[in-house]
């Protein structure tokens, strides 16, 4: 491994330790004003969302249609300005109470230890969706 793939993989560690302890400043600490997390278009809060002062707005948005949401991260890798963790997103709908757990994939891409984009990648968009009602 690279020392920046190096540093980049401690600065999304860091981001997904600092969201474990209820610290969102900590999660977009990498994050500037150029930063694009781009979310499933299929979802109510989809398409892509720029800055770092978006990540809040985009939270309140998740938090309209989830009672709960948990990333629990199963592996991170570093791949030259790409990290790339996967595991199982765990949402709980606000109308219906039903609890799904879905595969999730986040890509980071980060430059000069800033991160230029966040994609998020869902294994099934239509289990969230009946999960809030929405289907």
Known sequence: MTPT????LQIVKDAY????RGE???FT???TAETE???APSLP????HKGVQSFPTLIGKVLEHFSSLKFTKHNIIASGDNVVSWGVLDLVG???GTAVTIPLVEIWTIID???????VIYGDTVEALKAADLL
Not at 5 to 8: F, G, L, P, V
């Open 113 to 119: 230890g800033k991160t230029q984009k966040l994609e």
């Open 29 to 31: 600490a990498s994050f």
């Open 17 to 20: 330790a600092s969201s474990a």
């Open 45 to 48: 809060y989809g398409g892509i």
């Open 5 to 8: 793939e190096e540093k980049n």
């Open 37 to 39: 997390i781009h979310e």
């Open 94 to 96: 606000k109308k219906t």
């Open 24 to 26: 969102p400043q900590g």
